[in-house]
């Protein structure tokens, strides 16, 4: 039932702020800012959130962390009903602001309590079935914000008071249900220091741990930032991709986001089983091709049909990505439980410098160089990504291989 009402919140929340999400950057548009200004609006939540996340894990460490998850439900539910409220482009970007605080508070919270009940053989799939209930309902919120700006003639105050309404559903589903364990006898494997960590040492791992002892902390920070940006680069500015770049309606975007939902719907829990059972680093080398793909077809099928394509195949990556991603920080996060949230916290801060600095960089490419530009550096990216990612995920078997193979040629000169 824990596990139920955390991915209860997911599902309730991105309903809430999906609604915001597409209609933002369109509002931004309406209000005046130029590409590079929604671009730096999207990011800015990102950019808050990035340096408060290690603080804030510590304090859900200290303090609790169902106690941190409530107060940041709340913290964006008041962020929704401020939107509906803001009329100048300052305050929008002082909303936005607002937003990364709640972030910061939510997410070291929420991926920990997800690691804590999902359990080590399926935390994965926990994951998976979290992100998908965020993504389906991210899709449908979207696709229901294109037809309400269309059948009300863009209203938006109307689609964020909406949108506050249904951020206030959560906190009754994890106030009720979600529990926290907070076991003062943690195995001695488990202790140590998030310092420790951060500089590396190297402690036997947990059962069944792909990582050769203690992993390092910082490799996996840097994983999060190449992933995130990848993802992020497209998917604040897609509204703006489909209704500037291919000519699409705000009606015909929406409904992109609900096509695009059946994959995901089915895609989400099938990598989370494959990450649990196959293979990890299969499951991320989905995320890349789907990423390189969908760039390809952005940028040569400018059409509903193409755009509808590209979106299913760069959601599918995000579907991907997810569980793989959660089960790497509930790995390296179980080295020292009595600080997961804040260690979740120094990972997640990775992701946010990637989504933060991803959206302004994509739309700086896009308005200097063209669509060409962008579409040719995220592909490059999405194939950095993936050879970062052989490199910091080796097994130890894979690791004792290639130390043998450097020792040869050194035990045949002494010969």
Request: charged content about 15%.
């Amino acid at each position: 039932m824990p596990l139920m009402a955390i991915i209860a919140e997911g599902l309730l929340s991105r309903l809430s702020f999906g609604l915001i999400n597409f209609s933002l950057p369109l509002y931004a548009r309406h209000l005046g800012l130029s590409l590079t200004e929604v671009g730096v609006l999207a990011a800015l939540s990102s950019a808050v959130a990035l340096g408060l996340k290690p603080l804030v894990g510590w304090a859900a460490d200290r303090f609790g962390l169902k106690l941190m998850y409530l107060v940041a439900i709340s913290a964006r539910s008041l962020v929704s009903l401020a939107f509906g409220f803001a009329v100048t482009p300052w305050e929008l970007f002082a909303i936005r602001g607002a937003h990364g605080i709640s972030r910061s508070l939510r997410d070291p919270s929420a991926n920990a309590l997800l690691a804590e009940h999902g359990g080590e053989k399926s935390v994965a799939s926990a994951f998976a079935w979290y992100q998908t209930a965020k993504t389906v309902a991210g899709s449908l919120s979207r696709a229901l914000a294109g037809i309400l700006l269309t059948i009300t003639a863009a209203n938006y105050t109307l689609v964020f008071l909406i949108a506050f309404g249904l951020s206030m559903l959560p906190l009754l589903a994890v106030a009720r249900y979600v529990k926290e364990h907070r076991d003062p006898t943690v195995p001695r494997e488990h202790r140590g220091s998030s310092s420790a960590l951060l500089a590396g040492g190297q402690n036997a791992g947990p059962s069944g741990s792909a990582m050769p002892g203690r992993p390092r902390v910082l490799p996996f920070v840097g994983l999060g930032f190449l992933m995130a940006g990848t993802a992020e680069m497209l998917n604040s500015l897609f509204p703006v991709l489909a209704t500037e770049y291919a000519g699409l309606s705000s009606a015909q975007a929406g409904v992109i986001y609900a096509v695009s939902t059946l994959g995901i719907i089915f895609s989400g829990p099938i990598f989370g089983w494959l990450s649990d059972t196959v293979s990890r680093r299969l499951v991320l080398a989905v995320r890349a091709v789907a990423n390189t793909g969908s760039s390809i077809l952005y940028l040569l099928f400018p059409t509903f049909a193409g755009i509808a394509i590209a979106k299913a195949a760069d959601d599918m990556g995000r579907a991907a990505f997810r569980p793989a991603w959660g089960s790497l920080m509930a790995e390296v996060s179980s080295f020292d439980k009595r600080n997961r949230a804040r260690t979740m916290g120094w990972m997640s801060m990775g992701e946010d410098a990637g989504a933060a600095l991803a959206p302004i960089l994509a739309a700086f490419l896009w308005g200097t160089w063209g669509i060409a530009a962008l579409m040719g550096l995220r592909v490059v990216l999405a194939a950095a990504t993936e050879l970062y990612v052989l490199l910091i995920t080796r097994s130890p078997a894979e690791q004792r291989v290639e130390r043998r193979a450097d020792m040869l040629p050194a035990r045949r000169a002494g010969r």
